[in-house]
Every structure is written in structure tokens, then in C-alpha cells.
């Protein structure tokens, strides 16, 4: 059983700030990637930015230099910090984890509920 709840968002104006947090919850597991994905209206999901467990990072390129992916293991938790905003960054933002589950041995994808950043102008 793994849950991610994530937590952040809401309205900011341009060149405005948010931080994100993603936070799974449960037993049994192990974490390997993270990353956080978003989707905006009439719009096809995308990879915001990853981590993977080693530590190794990639950003999409339209957030490249303005946003941060980080992880604390200890705490099971993603952040995504978000810096110089624009209005098309507006997106619901979701975060997402794979894990593998003991008991099993295989890998399974977790998604957290989505949360809404609205950026304007």
C-alpha cells in the first residue's frame, strides 16, 4: 500500500514562487524514481522533472533553470521548488513515484491527487 499526498500550490502572480511537496505514505515498499508531472487544459500530460534514486535529475526544457527537484528519503517525500513562474506553467501538477512493492518484488507507478497552480499575469 502506497499513498502520495501531495501538498503546495494554488494562485501566484508572474515571476512568483511556489514549492510543492509529495509525501508517500505506507509499508512494504521501496522508492526508486520521482518525478512530477502536469497537465494543463485540453493538454497532454508531461515530465515536468525526475529524480532518480542515485540523485540524478532531468528537467523539461521549458522549466530548466527556474525549477528544483529534490527528494528527502528519509521522509519518503518529493519537493518541487518553483521559482520565476509564467503564466503557462499553469497546470494541475502531479507527482509521481515508483515503487516496488517486498512482498512482490515488482515495480508499480503511484500518483499523487493533483494539485492546481495558477500563475498570472
Known amino acids: 500500500q502506497v499513498q502520495l499526498v501531495q501538498s503546495g500550490g494554488g494562485l501566484v502572480q508572474a515571476e512568483g514562487s511556489l514549492r510543492l511537496s509529495c509525501a508517500a505514505s505506507g509499508s512494504g515498499f521501496s522508492i526508486n524514481d520521482m518525478a512530477w508531472h502536469r497537465q494543463a487544459p485540453g493538454k497532454q500530460r508531461e515530465l515536468v522533472a525526475q529524480v532518480r534514486s542515485s540523485g540524478t535529475t532531468n528537467y523539461a526544457d521549458s522549466v530548466k533553470g527556474r525549477f528544483t527537484i529534490s527528494r528527502d528519503n528519509a521522509k519518503n517525500t518529493v519537493y518541487l521548488q518553483m521559482n520565476s513562474l509564467k503564466p503557462e506553467d499553469t497546470a494541475v501538477y502531479y507527482c509521481?513515484?515508483?515503487?516496488?512493492?517486498?512482498?512482490?518484488?515488482?515495480?508499480?507507478?503511484?500518483w499523487g491527487q493533483g494539485t492546481q497552480v495558477t500563475v498570472s499575469s
Open positions: 509521481l513515484a515508483n515503487a516496488v512493492i517486498y512482498s512482490s518484488g515488482r515495480q508499480f507507478q503511484y
